[in-house]
């Protein structure tokens, strides 16, 4: 399993560069992820998140976990609608918040194997392909919320990281 860095750690911030060959190396990175997407368990993973700054995103959405879908340098092609939904992150433990974000949306991307193919989601997967990508340009599902909201999540867990790290053995 990769390690998830956490908010606020400033690598989340850095924006994810283009895959340019979907090889064996990359292909190792998406099922590492996949991996830890389910172990986590999360819904979804962008690569930023592992300390991979590729444009590589792994979802499954489905109650059984059999749906696994893999977007490599994916681009959104139309939004449309309007929806809320409570949003989580795997990079920001223990907070949900409601985020309003497009309900349906097309996305180009390649697949594991470095095919192009165009998809078109809605309701969850939507809202999570908008999280995922937002995650590829360094942004965070907290951004979208006031300023006095986020200085309170990142008091939280910046405590939560210094009490881990005391916890640690000091060698
Ligand atoms: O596991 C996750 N659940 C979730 C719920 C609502 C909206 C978005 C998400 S994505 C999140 C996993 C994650 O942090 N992906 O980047
Ligand atoms: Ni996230």
Same mark, same amino acid.
Do not use: W
């Given at each position: 399993?990769?390690? *998830? ?5 400033? +690598? ?30 999360? *819904? ?10 590729? +444009? *590589? ?14 977007? $490599?340098?994916?681009? *959104? ?26 309900? +349906? ?23 999570? $392909? ?11 599902? $907290? ?9 309170? $999540? +990142? ?17």
């Amino acid at each position: 399993m990769l390690e *998830i860095l956490t908010f606020p750690d400033p +690598r989340l911030r850095n924006k994810a560069q283009p895959v340019e060959k979907v090889d064996d190396t990359v292909r190792k990175l998406v099922d590492d992820m996949f991996h830890t997407m389910y172990e986590a368990p999360g *819904i979804g993973l962008a690569a930023n998140q592992v300390n991979e700054a590729r +444009r *590589i995103v792994v979802a499954d959405v489905s109650e059984d976990r059999s749906q696994p879908l893999c977007l $490599i340098n994916p681009q *959104i092609l139309a939004l449309d609608g309007v929806e809320e939904m409570e949003e989580g992150c795997l990079s920001v433990p223990g907070v949900t918040e409601t985020v309003q974000r497009a309900d +349906r949306v097309r996305v180009r991307a390649q697949n594991r194997d470095g095919e192009a193919f165009e998809l078109d989601a809605e309701g969850l997967l939507a809202v999570c $392909i908008q999280h995922e990508l937002d995650h590829l340009d360094g942004k965070l599902f $907290i951004d979208y919320l006031s300023n006095l909201k986020r200085q309170r $999540i +990142r008091k939280k867990l910046e405590k939560q990281g210094r009490s881990k790290s005391e916890a640690a053995p000091a060698i």
